[in-house]
């Protein structure tokens, strides 16, 4: 199966900044790769699909690029409401579909 | 807009066997364009991915859980349902029902449920 490593583990920022995160897939998933936004006792929430597509509904400050093994979201001027946890995922040919261990975006 | 929502057992027993219902509304799990999925996220193993379900009733597993896992659907309660047999308290964990598209570019997962705690413990 294809193994996804997110990094950093926790990523401190302060609101108004830009935060970046970085997912690496085990072997080349081209642009099948998805993010989510997760907050606890919430459902969680597509943000990026296609590598760089963002979800209907989310703004425009949130990014998503990389295609192959390297993937990044970007966060730019961080909200209140960005603090979370996020997720990377890829669907790339054959099951199963794998998770990175996430990247918690906390208030520094 | 399409919601999904996981009811079962909180606490679940060693060695008995793990029932989860997912209960769909503004959609249905009849749709020919959508699978039904079940992931969980626990402290050991992150998000897990379990299986899926086609309104066919055809599913897939993950390696990993297939040997205990069963997923069926029931298109006249718009639900679809996890069974996980043998239960330790590695399968401690949130599970999460959630929906993707059916072709092989629309494999991520929209929307999910909120999950439901589930804890194996005697």
């Known amino acids: 199966e294809v193994v996804m490593t997110q990094s950093p583990a926790t990523l401190s920022v302060s609101p108004g900044e830009t935060a970046t995160l970085s997912c690496r897939a085990s072997?080349?998933?081209?642009?099948?790769l998805a993010w989510y936004q997760h907050k606890p006792g919430q459902a969680p929430r597509l943000l990026i699909s296609?590598?760089?597509a963002r979800a209907t509904g989310v703004p425009a400050r949130f990014s998503g690029s990389g295609s192959g093994t390297e993937f990044t979201l970007t966060i730019s001027s961080l909200q209140s409401e960005d603090f979370a946890v996020y997720y990377c995922q890829q669907y790339n040919k054959r099951l199963p579909w794998t998770f990175g261990q996430g990247t918690k975006v906390e208030i520094k | 807009q399409v919601q999904l929502q996981e009811s079962g057992p909180g606490l679940v027993k060693p060695s008995q066997t793990l029932a989860l219902t997912c209960t769909v509304s503004g959609g249905s799990v009849s749709s020919g364009s959508y699978y039904w999925s079940w992931i969980r996220q626990s402290a050991g193993k992150g998000m897990e991915w379990i299986g899926r379900?086609?309104?066919?009733?055809?599913?897939n597993y993950n390696p990993s859980l297939r040997s205990r896992s069963n997923i069926t659907i029931d298109r006249s309660k718009n639900q679809f349902s996890l069974e996980l047999r043998s239960v330790t308290a590695a399968d401690t964990a949130v599970y999460f029902c959630?929906?993707?598209?059916?072709?092989?570019?629309?494999?991520?997962?929209?929307?999910w449920g909120p999950g439901t705690q589930v804890t194996v413990s005697s």
């Open positions: 379900i086609y309104t066919s009733g055809t599913t």
């Open positions: 296609g590598a760089s």
């Open positions: 072997q080349s998933i081209s642009n099948n």
């Open positions: 959630a929906r993707s598209f059916i072709g092989a570019a629309g494999n991520w997962f929209d929307p």
